[in-house]
């Protein structure tokens, strides 16, 4: 019995730190992608709206700079595909390119994919009401000729192009709603929610810089633990190795004092 105690023990405390640190990674993570970095860690400055992030960020500086081009070289992606879009409705695409680009908060959304230019993406990221309307409102009357804008495009002049037999609409045409345009126009990345700012309940698009925490970080802790990728606390307890390290050595509290 001793014996066997010894290696449950000796198993438990090898394989706690792995898991401590599993925990850990899904909350402060980078996705597998084109641009991302390995590892999130502070860059000094940040350009313009994806400055909120430079304290730990996915994201260098160069590739925040590029995110605010109307055709740059992270994707060769031409916002003006339909007319000039506006300098309004622009502002919430770059705020969702810093996001996507700058957060390590993603981590609960994160899954695997087979693509040539990445490994992984998000499905679903609960985005807050006011974010999906105030993008929907500022976009409406701007024009587009296709919903969902991750895939389908004519890339022979190797940049985003209508495709053939499509015609430029009115935001308000194509997406009906705020919720059909966070949802849809990158393939259920995101995910409409009711939910307000500060809730704690839903992913913000963005913030403002200096703000801490990074009111994103609760946010996905709370869906993490939904999620059953993380335990009840930041500390993990109680979860099954803990209790199982607690109940060799006899720690483990009465139920009757909870």
């Excluded at 296709?146 to 045409?173: I, L, M, T, V, Y």
């Excluded at 849809?184 to 700012?197: E, M």
Aim: glycine share 6%; hydrophobic share 35%; proline share 6%.
């Amino acid at each position: 019995m001793r014996r066997t105690t010894a290696k449950m023990l000796g198993l438990l405390l090898v394989t706690l730190p792995l898991a401590l640190a599993a925990e850990r990674d899904v909350l402060n993570i980078c996705m597998d992608a084109k641009h991302h970095k390995v590892k999130p860690g502070p860059e000094g400055r940040l350009y313009k709206q994806c400055e909120p992030w430079r304290d730990n960020a996915c994201c260098t500086a160069n590739t925040s700079v590029h995110a605010h081009n109307d055709q740059s070289y992270l994707y060769n992606f031409n916002w003006n595909h339909c007319g000039i879009m506006s300098e309004k409705c622009k502002r919430h695409f770059i705020q969702d390119t810093c996001l996507y680009e700058c957060s390590p908060n993603l981590g609960p959304w994160i899954q695997k994919v087979d693509r040539s230019w990445r490994k992984e993406r998000v499905i679903d990221v609960p985005i807050c009401k006011a974010d999906c309307d105030e993008w929907w409102e500022d976009c409406r009357h701007d024009h587009t000729c296709k919903s969902n804008w991750a895939k389908g495009w004519n890339w022979s002049s190797g940049s985003n192009q209508c495709p053939s037999g499509s015609e430029c609409r009115p935001f308000g045409d194509v997406f009906p709603t705020a919720r059909d345009l966070c949802e849809k126009v990158w393939s259920n990345s995101y995910l409409f929610t009711d939910h307000p700012r500060g809730s704690g309940l839903c992913m913000s698009l963005w913030f403002k810089a200096g703000l801490n925490p990074n009111p994103n970080q609760l946010v996905a802790r709370l869906y993490a633990l939904q999620k059953g990728l993380i335990s009840c606390s930041g500390l993990a307890w109680p979860s099954p190795l803990l209790l199982g390290l607690s109940l060799l050595l006899g720690l483990t509290p009465s139920l009757s004092s909870s």
